[in-house]
T-cell receptor, first 116, second 113 residues
Framework: NAGVMQNPRHLVRRRGQEARLRCSPM?????VYWYRQLPEEGLKFMVY????????ESGMPKERFSAEFPKEGPSILRIQQVVRGDSAAYFC??????????????FGPGTRLTVT | QQQVKQSPQSLIVQKGGISIINCAYE??????FPWYQQFPGKGPALLIA?????SEKKEGRFTISFNKSAKQFSLHIMDSQPGDSATYFC????????????FGQGTRLTINP
């Protein structure tokens, strides 16, 4: 099985531009989570989505950030009007159905966003 | 109450030695405790996980010890190898892991040959 896929792996944006990060979960997984990792720090939860639904967005900044997981296609994390403080690694994780052995979250390779 | 505190921040161990990383939590609703290994430039990889109904879980050279009353858990790496050099994160979540992971700050482990 292919793992969690993220693209692009590296993204450079100028201040004020938009960034779109894509995540395709593992085959058979229907739950997607986005986390952000600042340099030399741990991962911070941003948002948890299932197909066509946002389940928990308690970690999302109130402005400029949005996420979706459409019925078809990858999950997308969108950052509008990027600022230098948005520079970080953004990781997507996926998990399977809410069954006994399917709660593990598997991470993708991340997208490293640099805002210049 | 949502925090997970991890220590030490960095650790140097000789090859063949035992590496020990500790984590503590406050929220008693947490019921799933995984450990992740991350190499530079890569995503975190799930290493081993434990539920609060057991006190220890072992997979190869990796062991999680869990102390429910103290709200602490630790990762032991036996016979540490240079290839184990990485950053290790503990985490916790509620409702059997179906919810967001709360991560510790990470431990940078270096195994000297």
């Amino acid at each position: 099985n292919a793992g969690v896929m993220q693209n692009p792996r590296h993204l450079v944006r100028r201040r004020g531009q938009e960034a779109r990060l894509r995540c395709s979960p593992m085959k058979g997984h229907s739950h997607v989570y986005w986390y952000r990792q600042l340099p030399e720090e741990g991962l911070k939860f941003m948002v948890y989505l299932q197909k066509e639904n946002i389940i928990d967005e308690s970690g999302m900044p109130k402005e400029r950030f949005s996420a979706e997981f459409p019925k078809e296609g990858p999950s997308i994390l969108r950052i509008q009007q990027v600022v230098r403080g948005d520079s970080a690694a953004y990781f997507c994780a996926s998990s399977g159905p809410l069954a006994e052995s399917s709660y593990e979250q598997y991470f993708g390779p991340g997208t490293r966003l640099t805002v210049t | 109450q949502q925090q997970v505190k991890q220590s030490p921040q960095s650790l140097i161990v000789q090859k063949g030695g035992i590496s020990i990383i500790n984590c503590a939590y406050e929220n008693t609703a947490f019921d799933y405790f995984p450990w992740y290994q991350q190499f530079p430039g890569k995503g975190p990889a799930l290493l081993i996980a434990i539920r609060p109904d057991v006190s220890e879980k072992k997979e190869g050279r990796f062991t999680i010890s869990f102390n429910k009353s103290a709200k602490q858990f630790s990762l032991h790496i036996m016979d540490s190898q240079p290839g184990d050099s990485a950053t290790y994160f503990c985490a916790a979540s509620m409702q059997r892991g179906a919810q967001k992971l709360v991560f510790g700050q990470g431990t940078r482990l270096t195994i000297n040959p």
